[in-house]
């Protein structure tokens, strides 16, 4: 299953977050914080009833930009 991954840099480290599932990690580097989150999203696979996971699950996700006016 592919899932959207948006990872920020935050203090000294990265935040990974998956939208469909509001399911975050965290790590020292963009690659850690994104292996972190494959294992946490996999361990909520593992322990969630089916019910859970069709409950959690957002359907699709759009990530994209917009321009605002600053002032």
Do not use: W
């Not at 990872?7 to 963009?30: F, K, M, N, R």
């Amino acid at each position: 299953m592919k899932l959207t991954a948006i990872i920020e840099a935050e203090g000294d480290g990265y935040v990974s977050l998956c939208p469909e599932l509001d399911i975050a990690s965290q790590g020292d580097s963009i690659e850690q914080a994104r292996d972190n989150l494959r294992e946490a999203l996999e361990l909520f696979f593992e322990s969630a009833s089916p019910e859970e996971v069709k409950r959690c699950l957002h359907g699709e996700v759009y990530v994209t930009q917009v321009e605002v006016s600053t002032g």
